[in-house]
């Protein structure tokens, strides 16, 4: 792992070359694209006929962004190269979800009603998890689903209804969420964001070492699939058992021309698994691996565990968040706990007590002369 | 026929319906940095504090994203580890964030941020 020189040049040694310059350009074009979209819509909620008649700004808006959205995407898609040569096939489903949760962010950013606003953003997290499945994150994406969209949207909701003051009747919505503070300029330091992001993802050093890393990847991540279900003895015998009941089967099969009356009886459960002398059980053949297993007539068996029997992603990763960071999910439990306490803390409501009070809750004698309450009683 | 299976596309294999492809990859990094722009220009000009604080949680959202994606490239579920504690870290930041804008809310009667200018130096 050469993780100490990095492949990320720094905008200081950067060239713009053309390469650079069409990126930055597609960058610079959607950005105002979206400058555009946060300019306050000219239509007043209070005319009803002007309800339904459309915004010129925001029309040209949408399709100045969604140009260099698209400029961005050929441009990305360019740049992506297996083994040196351009990926042919456009990969669809990255490019809808990516689209709906970007729109959903622009919308979001723009959106005059909060909440609105938050009804977007869960059209972005779903959007999202789309993402993180076809990246291959199963867990994570449901995960994200009933934990952001489920419970921390939520909250968001209720704050919103809590805190937020009915509109105004032939007002709207309420200034400050009509009028964007300095839209240019934020639009502006968004831009060089993006534009500093996608030089250093899409520059041809990153995408050379990209690359590179994604070629070991795709057999590390097996590799570690395997390494984790040795590490899990439960799930191995399992797995294993599931293996030798079809590889059993197949067997019986095979051997099955003079006596067809065996083949539907059940295989033989396996007692338990041989660990080899450094530990594990597992060992490599073609197309997945192969483990020693003890019946429980005390007879050995070789079980051969094809790769499509690995461990599905919530498991593995369940195995590498307490094998790699059991400090990290102390530390979470914590956060989480003291994240409790300060929201009780600080959205408790402050009473003023008066002297008086005071005193009666220190357990001292109230001086109260007048009234019911307290007294001197 | 172990051939044959390797010689599938990843998109089909068996194994797992994900595609490690590199333009897959790319489009998950660029939608990454464009929705971390959109968060970033959302919090510096949106007013309204609740709204400020989601646009944190759509930050949040984009730094998943990446990491998910670098993960993918290393072949590492570390990245997916991360994401939890950031699914974690969000939460808690909203439970907090969400108790002060009630405090604040009750104060001035406003979710305007400028409503607390006069907190900001000079």
Not at chain 1, 202 to 217: C, E, H, I, P, Y
Request: glycine share 8%; net charge negative; hydrophobic share 55%.
């Amino acid at each position: 792992m050469d993780f100490a020189s990095p492949p990320f040049h720094t905008l200081a040694q950067a060239t713009l070359g053309p390469e650079a310059i069409a990126l930055l350009s597609a960058s610079a074009i959607s950005a105002a694209g979206l400058a555009l979209l946060m300019q306050p819509s000219r239509k007043s909620s209070s005319n009803p006929s002007d309800k339904f008649r459309l915004d010129g700004l925001r029309i040209a808006g949408t399709v100045i962004a969604l140009a260099g959205f698209a400029m961005l995407l050929v441009e990305v898609i360019k740049r992506a190269t297996t083994d040196g040569e351009a990926s042919t096939i456009p990969p669809v489903f990255p490019m809808i979800f990516g689209t709906i949760a970007l729109a959903g962010a622009a919308r979001m950013v723009t959106h005059p009603k909060p909440v609105f606003a938050a009804l977007y953003f869960i059209l972005v997290v779903i959007a999202t998890a789309g993402m993180f499945l076809l990246l291959g994150a199963e867990f994570m994406a449901f995960a994200l689903i009933i934990v952001y969209a489920g419970a921390i949207l939520i909250t968001y909701m209720f704050v919103l209804m809590l805190a937020q003051q009915s509109p105004v009747e032939g007002v709207g919505d309420a200034w400050y969420d009509r009028v964007p503070r300095e839209s240019i300029s934020a639009v502006f330091v968004g831009f060089v964001m993006l534009a500093t992001l996608a030089d250093a993802y899409f520059s041809g050093t990153t995408q050379k070492f990209l690359a590179d890393r994604r070629v070991d990847g795709e057999t590390r991540s097996v590799e570690s699939a395997w390494d984790r279900l040795d590490a899990m003895p439960k799930l191995l015998l399992e797995t294993a058992r599931d293996a030798y009941a079809t590889q059993w089967k197949a067997e019986r099969a095979a051997a099955a021309t003079s006596a067809t009356a065996g083949i539907d009886a059940a295989a033989p459960t396996l007692a338990s698994i041989v660990r080899k002398a450094d530990g594990t059980a597992l060992s490599r053949m073609d197309g997945g691996r192969s483990v020693e297993a003890k019946l429980a007539d005390g007879n050995s068996v070789v079980v051969s565990i094809p790769d499509t029997m690995l461990p599905d992603n919530s498991r593995q990763v369940g195995v590498d968040l307490v094998s790699k960071f059991p400090a990290g999910l102390e530390i979470a439990g914590v956060v989480l706990l003291m994240a409790l306490f300060g929201a009780v803390i600080l959205a408790r409501k402050q009473i003023e007590l008066g002297e008086d009070e005071r005193r009666g809750l220190a357990g001292m004698r109230r001086i109260t002369v007048d009234g019911e309450a307290g007294g001197l009683r | 026929m172990n051939e044959a299976l390797s010689s599938l596309p990843t998109a089909v294999s068996p194994l797992t319906f994900a595609s490690s492809d590199a333009a897959t990859i790319n489009i998950a990094l660029l939608v990454s940095a464009l929705l971390f722009a959109c968060g970033l220009v959302g919090f510096l000009s949106r007013r309204n504090m609740i709204i400020m604080f989601l646009c944190t949680e759509l930050m949040f959202q984009a730094a998943a994203l990446a990491m998910i994606a670098f993960g993918k490239v290393h072949g590492d579920l570390s990245g997916q580890v991360f994401v939890i504690f950031i699914l974690t870290v969000a939460a808690a930041e909203a439970a907090l964030a969400l108790g002060l804008v009630v405090l604040l809310y009750r104060r001035r009667e406003t979710l305007d941020s400028e409503a607390w200018s006069e907190l900001r130096e000079a």
